[in-house]
């Protein structure tokens, strides 16, 4: 990497990089790049694709139809209706 492409990287970012620290970013980026390099020779061949970490358990309920709340009592608070919705002033021109 070199000084241009952390410019760049920069630019891209949104981020004003003062000049005494780019020689010490410069040697950081780098380092993760060597890692990443290193990363990428492990042979993974024979490795089986881990989908989950721990066993992935359903923790959610088993859906129930109940009887829902009355329409009409509902809609007896409102002070506009449309359709049989509540109408509120526009926020959006």
Partial sequence: MDERTLEY???LSRLALPQEEKAELLA???QILDYM???GAVDTEH???LIQAA?????FREDVVQPSY??????ANAKK?????YQVPRTVE
């Fill in 70 to 75: 009355d329409r009409e009592r509902l809609m």
């Fill in 81 to 85: 209706k449309l359709d049989g919705a």
């Fill in 47 to 49: 490795a089986e694709p």
């Fill in 28 to 30: 950081q980026m780098q």
């Fill in 37 to 39: 390099e290193l990363l």
């Fill in 9 to 11: 990287i920069a630019e």
């Fill in 55 to 59: 066993g992935l358990k359903n923790v």
